[in-house]
């Protein structure tokens, strides 16, 4: 069993590696990309025999306390079987 | 439209970070997380009115060319619409 975690500023919060990348975007061309955000992506892989319960109280449990900075982060994830 | 790109390390290529934090999880009693690899989240907002075959097309080569280094990472990516 794998869990995959996305982890992504808050909309609030300002992403200036992002705009780097949009501005560098639009002057190679990619004029239609209008903005980009940056987030940092994790796959756990989780021991055999897990239930699926335990996995994801697991996985909410490590990315709200280890992976996000609650401050200015927010995290999304799902299990896959 | 938006666009989200997953960017990841090569099978191949390790990962010290990924290592650390699952040493770092198994010490604080997350001992079921067996192994993790971290990656990169990108996602863009691409302008109203683009088809999705161009969306497709321009996604996949910022991805492509931009995005990712080809010598050690690879990339999935999704078109939301």
Do not use: C, W
């Not at 190679?28 to 987030?39: E, K, L």
């Amino acid at each position: 069993m794998k869990a995959h975690v996305y982890v992504t500023l808050k909309t609030s919060v300002l992403d200036p590696q992002g705009q780097t990348i949009q501005n560098a975007l639009h002057k190679i061309g990619f004029a239609d990309v209008t903005a980009v955000r940056q987030g940092k992506y994790f796959i756990l892989a989780l021991a055999d025999g897990l239930s699926v319960e335990t996995a994801t109280a697991h996985v909410e449990s490590v990315a709200r306390d280890v992976l996000t900075n609650p401050v200015i982060e927010e995290f999304t994830y799902h299990i896959e079987q």
